[in-house]
Every structure is written in C-alpha cells, then in structure tokens.
C-alpha cells in the first residue's frame, strides 16, 4: 500500500493551489502553472534561475511580504502573490514568436 502524500493549500494570485507538503514556493508555482513569478522592467516573463537565492528572480509576495520563492517553504493557507499581469500569463511566447 503506498502511503499517502501530505498536501498543503496555497492560495496564488487568489485561487487555492494544492501541492505536496514540503515543497518550495517555486516548485510549487512550477508544478501548479507556469512557473512564473514576475515581469522586468521591460515586460519580459520571468521565472526562477538559480534555485538558491542568488539571481533574485523569484520574488514574490508571501503572506503581503516580498521573499525568494525558492528559499521559502509551502505552509498550509500561505498567501502568493506574483507581480506577472494575469492577462499576460496567457502568452509567454518568445519576442518575435507567433504564439
């Protein structure tokens, strides 16, 4: 019989995600949807890079404090927040792509 996998409840940008207990913020956001966490400042999409808190790309707000989603672990009722515009979330093709 294989044993039950422990799962928390996020809530990310406003609708509940269901992920596996002891996940980071980034992999939870990566399994969940697309794995982005944000835009730069020219519009691009961006994601996490490095996985360790170095490239700074996975900034989000957690619980209304910014923090490194990939240093943060999954707490059950944890509120996400990306700063990547919901309607862009749509298309994340390469510039110069057709989607």
Same mark, same amino acid.
């Given at each position: #019989?294989?044993? $039950? &996998? ?8 406003? !609708? ?10 980034? $992999? $939870?956001?990566?399994?969940? /949807? +697309?794995? &982005? ?6 519009? #691009?999409?961006?994601?996490?890079? =490095? /996985?360790?808190?170095? =490239?700074?790309? =996975?900034?989000? +707000? &957690? +619980?209304?404090?910014? #923090?490194?989603? =990939?240093?943060?672990?999954? !707490? +059950? /009722? #944890? ?9 862009? !979330? ?10």
């Amino acid at each position: #019989m294989t044993p $039950a &996998i422990a799962t928390v409840t996020l809530v990310v940008d406003g !609708r509940p995600v269901a992920v596996e207990a002891g996940l980071s913020v980034a $992999a $939870a956001l990566a399994r969940a /949807g +697309d794995g &982005i966490t944000r835009t730069s400042v020219s519009g #691009m999409a961006r994601a996490p890079l =490095c /996985g360790m808190g170095v =490239c700074q790309e =996975c900034r989000v +707000d &957690i +619980d209304g404090r910014r #923090m490194l989603a =990939c240093q943060t672990v999954c !707490r +059950d /009722g #944890m509120a996400v927040t990306t700063r990547m515009p919901h309607p862009a !979330r749509q298309s994340h093709h390469l510039p110069g792509t057709t989607p």
